[in-house]
C-alpha cells in the first residue's frame, strides 16, 4: 500500500514510517518541520504545510496514496492553554484542510493520532472508549473536534477512518527516539538527569491518593503504538467505516516516583529528584483501556516491561549523544 504520514519528520511520526516500511509499505512523508526534522525521514518526503489544500491533493496524487496517517499536531497541554489559537489552527483547521485534499485527490481512507485528553478528569480508571469526552484544555478539545468532523466526513463524503486515543508514547527504536526542546516528558527527562545533562528531575506533588503519593500514568512503547496504526489502517476495508480505539498499557500504569526508579535502574546511575507543588489540573491516575483494540484487531503490545520501555529510550540516547535528532 502507498501511504502518506503526515508529520512523518517528529517522534512518534518517524516511527510509524519506519513500521510501515518494514512491512513493505511505500510511505511519502509530508511535514513542514515546524516541529520535526529532515534527518529523521529516510525516504519520500515532501516539506508541505497542510494549510496548503493545493499543495497537498497533489503530492497525494502524483505519490498515488491509498491511505493517510494524521500524525501532525501540536501537542503541549499547557502551551494550549496559555495560547489557544495556534491549535486551533493546526490541529483543527489544518486537519480540515487535509481532509479536503484527501477528496480532491481521491483518498478515503485515513488513520488518526488522537489523544486520551478527549476524556478530561475521568470518573473511573482505566478510561473505555464509552467513557465520556470532556477535554479540559485546547489541545485535548481540538483533538475530540477533529473526531467528530471524521463522523460527518464519513457520512457524506464515505470517508473511512480510525481514531487512536494514547497519553505517553515512550522509549525509542534503534532508528529514531524522543529529543524535543523544550523537552517535556519525564523519561527523556529522568534520562537527560542520569546522562548528566539536567541537575535533577522535578516531582509534582507527593500527596496524591496513589501507592507511593505520585500521579500514575500510562506509558505505551513507540513501537507498539506504531504497530496499531498499522492494523487500524489495514482494517479499514469498507467506505464510510468511523471508529475510534484507545491504546493503553494493559489496565496498570506507572507511577512518576517509578519511572524515576526505572531510569535509575536502567542507567545505573542516581537520580536526584526535587519535589514541587501539584500542577494544576493533574489527575492523581489516568490510564486507557485497550481491551477493544486487542479484540477487535489483535493488538498486542511487545514492549508492556517498564524497564524495557526505558532502556531502549537510554539505548537510542547513548548512541545519539549528544544531541539526538530534534523532533
Same mark, same amino acid.
Given at each position: 500500500?502507498?501511504?502518506?504520514?503526515?508529520?512523518?519528520?517528529?517522534?512518534?511520526?518517524?516511527?510509524?514510517?519506519?513500521?510501515?516500511?518494514?512491512?513493505?509499505?511505500?510511505?511519502?512523508?509530508?511535514?513542514?518541520?515546524?516541529?520535526?526534522?529532515?534527518?529523521?525521514?529516510?525516504?519520500?518526503?515532501?516539506?508541505?504545510?497542510?494549510?496548503?489544500?493545493?499543495?497537498?491533493?497533489? =503530492?497525494? @496524487?502524483?505519490?498515488?496514496? /491509498? &491511505?493517510?496517517?494524521?500524525?501532525?499536531? !501540536?501537542? $503541549? #497541554?499547557?502551551? +494550549?492553554?496559555?495560547?489557544?489559537?495556534?491549535?486551533?489552527?493546526?490541529?483543527? =483547521?489544518? @486537519?480540515?484542510?487535509?481532509? /479536503? &485534499?484527501?477528496?480532491?485527490?481521491?483518498? !478515503?481512507? $485515513? #488513520?488518526?493520532? +488522537?489523544?486520551?485528553?478527549?476524556?478530561?478528569?475521568?470518573?473511573?480508571?482505566?478510561?473505555?472508549?464509552?467513557?465520556?469526552?470532556?477535554?479540559?484544555?485546547?489541545?485535548?478539545?481540538?483533538? $475530540?473536534?477533529?473526531?467528530?468532523?471524521?463522523?460527518?466526513?464519513?457520512?457524506?463524503?464515505?470517508?473511512?477512518?480510525?481514531?487512536?486515543?494514547?497519553?505517553?508514547?515512550?522509549?525509542?527504536?534503534?532508528?529514531?527516539?524522543?529529543?524535543?526542546?523544550?523537552?517535556?516528558?519525564?523519561?527523556?527527562?529522568?534520562?537527560?538527569?542520569?546522562?548528566?545533562?539536567?541537575?535533577?528531575?522535578?516531582?509534582?506533588?507527593?500527596?496524591?491518593?496513589?501507592?507511593?503519593?505520585?500521579?500514575?500514568?500510562?506509558?505505551?512503547?513507540?513501537?507498539?503504538?506504531?504497530?496499531?496504526?498499522?492494523?487500524?489502517?489495514?482494517?479499514?476495508?469498507?467506505?464510510?467505516?468511523?471508529?475510534?480505539?484507545?491504546?493503553?498499557?494493559?489496565?496498570?500504569?506507572?507511577?512518576?516516583?517509578?519511572?524515576?526508579?526505572?531510569?535509575?535502574?536502567?542507567?545505573?546511575?542516581?537520580?536526584?529528584?526535587?519535589?514541587?507543588?501539584?500542577?494544576?489540573?493533574?489527575?492523581?491516575?489516568?490510564?486507557?483501556?485497550?481491551?477493544?483494540?486487542?479484540?477487535?484487531?489483535?493488538?498486542?503490545?511487545?514492549?508492556?516491561?517498564?524497564?524495557?520501555?526505558?532502556?531502549?529510550?537510554?539505548?537510542?540516547?547513548?548512541?545519539?549523544?549528544?544531541?539526538?535528532?530534534?523532533?
Amino acid at each position: 500500500m502507498r501511504v502518506a504520514v503526515t508529520g512523518g519528520a517528529g517522534y512518534i511520526g518517524s516511527v510509524v514510517t519506519e513500521v510501515l516500511e518494514s512491512d513493505g509499505h511505500q510511505v511519502l512523508v509530508i511535514d513542514n518541520l515546524s516541529k520535526g526534522h529532515r534527518d529523521a525521514v529516510a525516504g519520500a518526503f515532501a516539506k508541505i504545510d497542510l494549510r496548503d489544500r493545493t499543495a497537498v491533493a497533489a =503530492a497525494l @496524487g502524483e505519490f498515488g496514496a /491509498d &491511505a493517510v496517517v494524521h500524525m501532525a499536531a !501540536s501537542s $503541549l #497541554v499547557g502551551e +494550549s492553554v496559555g495560547d489557544p489559537a495556534p491549535y486551533y489552527d493546526n490541529n483543527l =483547521a489544518a @486537519g480540515l484542510s487535509l481532509l /479536503d &485534499a484527501m477528496r480532491d485527490a481521491g483518498v !478515503s481512507r $485515513l #488513520v488518526f493520532s +488522537s489523544t486520551a485528553a478527549v476524556y478530561g478528569d475521568p470518573e473511573r480508571q482505566p478510561i473505555d472508549e464509552m467513557d465520556a469526552t470532556r477535554p479540559t484544555n485546547p489541545y485535548g478539545e481540538t483533538k $475530540l473536534a477533529f473526531e467528530r468532523a471524521l463522523r460527518w466526513y464519513a457520512g457524506a463524503y464515505g470517508l473511512s477512518s480510525t481514531s487512536l486515543r494514547y497519553f505517553n508514547a515512550a522509549g525509542a527504536t534503534a532508528a529514531h527516539g524522543e529529543a524535543h526542546d523544550p523537552e517535556t516528558h519525564l523519561i527523556p527527562l529522568a534520562l537527560n538527569v542520569a546522562d548528566g545533562r539536567l541537575p535533577f528531575v522535578t516531582i509534582f506533588g507527593t500527596d496524591y491518593a496513589t501507592p507511593d503519593g505520585t500521579c500514575i500514568r500510562d506509558y505505551v512503547h513507540v513501537e507498539d503504538l506504531a504497530r496499531a496504526h498499522v492494523l487500524a489502517m489495514n482494517a479499514l476495508t469498507e467506505r464510510g467505516l468511523c471508529r475510534t480505539y484507545n491504546l493503553g498499557c494493559g489496565g496498570r500504569g506507572y507511577s512518576v516516583r517509578e519511572v524515576i526508579d526505572a531510569a535509575a535502574r536502567v542507567t545505573g546511575c542516581e537520580i536526584p529528584v526535587r519535589v514541587a507543588d501539584r500542577r494544576a489540573g493533574d489527575p492523581a491516575v489516568l490510564i486507557a483501556s485497550s481491551a477493544r483494540i486487542r479484540r477487535d484487531l489483535q493488538w498486542m503490545p511487545r514492549h508492556q516491561d517498564l524497564d524495557i520501555i526505558v532502556g531502549s529510550a537510554w539505548t537510542w540516547m547513548r548512541e545519539h549523544a549528544p544531541g539526538g535528532i530534534p523532533s
